[in-house]
């Protein structure tokens, strides 16, 4: 049956964004390297304009469309927004620095712009079938991006990593999702939910397929035991590719996370709640334990970005209106942190230089007041020390998860948060009381400085002020 004109309506950011990612591609084959800012421009036109669509077309009630396989409610129009602007961040923090390797190619901003598609389609799926579809376009796209550096061994290698290890996770979840359209007879999630519900003896394929799943979820976020391949890519990946599959993505993993367990597989949450618990729990231990050795601070942010996906599961794993908010606040402020995070990395590279190691932090105090108060900001949000805006976002997550009667595991979540303070304050204690190994100035244009800028006051801020967007983290959910 042929879909009505009016169907294709809640999915005009996406329409959009398409649209513009063909454009810009056939547009920079005419394109001379001196002409490239064009497209540049164009992708940050793109992100701006799908912002103001999404916000515009942001509906009161859920709207189901293209027989059940699509829906747009607010957590769709929100979470796509917030892509879009750490979308657009990525790309000013890039610019110079892709520049600077001979990168500031058009296949950079058509792939970033399938990629964010990717996403789109993946929070806004309300089928396993567009959940797949959508997960196979961000990881395809992240593959390329990855390996984009061509002559860099170091890039080819962690897209390979990714790649193989990516195609095992969407095995993984993609023989789940057979197993759980065995057991229920149907794609549509809520039919899914409908059947679970109305099933009183739950069939052991069902279950099986929802550990499936689970992995699946698990190898994406880059949880523990799944979380091998995220150091080793973090780390070979060229700084602006490491800063854009750092912060977006996970705000779509986290919508993937709600649409499969919380809306498909709500009512089997007894059962999904305790392999969480135990992906929380490791992650935790594990990613601030080993964050502590690291010398490179890729590697570091790598190994904390498992760290803070275990904070993520707990929201999840409470399995309360509460929680979900909390956790969707926490996926949020982390992307905006991380995207800080890089950031900063990528304002101390250089032509010839990356400054990838902890020791090039050393003595930015003495370089720059600014930028090291702006990283100081960035590294206690991450920490967890008010007022930062990663304070409000652990003590959320940690007010639902007690309110849920895990005591214990708030206790451990709290524990391991004081030691992974320690890598975040040894950064601090470099910047401000270590002398300096590279004294030359800080070399990056006025808008990347200006967007890093506003990218630690929007920490500073939102940790003062977190009413805000915890509400819109709430409302977005009901």
């Not at 990717?118 to 806004?124: K, L, N, Y």
Request: contains cysteine; charged residues 10%; negative net charge.
């Amino acid at each position: 049956m042929t879909p009505a004109l009016s169907e294709f309506a809640p999915l005009l950011p996406e329409i959009f964004v398409l649209c513009m990612a063909c454009a810009i591609l056939i547009i920079d084959l005419y394109l001379t390297d001196q002409n490239r800012y064009i497209s540049y421009l164009l992708a940050l036109v793109t992100t701006a304009f799908a912002a103001v669509i999404s916000f515009a077309g942001m509906p009161t009630q859920p709207e189901i469309v293209l027989s059940g396989t699509f829906v747009n409610d607010q957590m769709a129009a929100v979470l796509k927004i917030f892509v879009f602007l750490i979308t657009a961040g990525v790309m000013v923090y890039s610019r110079e620095y892709l520049s600077h390797r001979n990168l500031f190619k058009g296949e950079f901003f058509v792939l970033v712009l399938f990629a964010v598609l990717g996403m789109m389609v993946m929070i806004s799926a309300h089928s396993m079938l567009t959940i797949y579809l959508g997960l196979e376009l961000l990881s395809l796209s992240l593959y390329a991006l990855v390996a984009l550096q061509r002559d860099s061994s170091q890039a080819v290698e962690a897209a390979m990593k990714y790649f193989v290890l990516g195609a095992l996770a969407s095995g993984l979840l993609l023989y789940g999702m057979s197993m759980i359209y065995g057991a229920t007879g149907s794609l549509d999630l809520g039919e899914i939910a409908q059947h679970i519900g109305q099933v009183s003896e739950k069939d052991l394929v069902l279950l099986l397929g929802v550990v499936f799943v689970i992995v699946g979820l698990a190898f994406k976020l880059g949880a523990v035991p799944f979380h091998m391949w995220i150091p080793d890519v973090y780390h070979g990946a060229p700084t602006a590719m490491t800063l854009f599959i750092g912060s977006a993505p996970k705000i779509a993993g986290f919508a993937m996370v709600m649409r499969l367990l919380v809306e498909g597989m709500g009512d089997l949450h007894i059962y999904w709640q305790d392999f969480l618990i135990v992906l929380a729990v490791l992650s935790m231990v594990i990613g601030n334990v080993v964050a502590i050795a690291q010398t490179n601070i890729k590697r570091m942010l790598a190994y904390s970005t498992i760290a803070h996906m275990g904070f993520l599961f707990l929201g999840i794993l409470a399995g309360t209106a509460e929680g979900y908010a909390a956790s969707m606040f926490y996926t949020i402020a982390y992307a905006i942190m991380s995207l800080g995070g890089f950031g900063m990395i990528i304002l101390l590279s250089r032509s010839g230089f990356e400054a990838d190691n902890i020791n090039d932090f050393k003595g930015l105090n003495d370089r720059s007041p600014w930028f090291a108060f702006v990283m100081l900001i960035l590294m206690l949000s991450m920490a967890g020390v008010p007022p930062a805006l990663g304070f409000f976002a652990k003590l959320a997550v940690l007010q639902a998860v007690i309110n849920a009667g895990f005591i214990w595991v708030a206790v451990i979540a709290v524990v391991f948060s004081i030691v992974g303070a320690f890598y975040y304050l040894r950064v601090i204690k470099l910047m401000y009381f270590d002398k300096a190994e590279d004294e030359q100035p800080i070399q990056a244009g006025s808008d990347i400085r200006a967007v890093l800028s506003l990218n630690g006051i929007m920490v500073l801020l939102l940790g003062i002020f977190p009413g805000s967007l915890l509400a819109i983290c709430s409302n977005s959910l009901m």
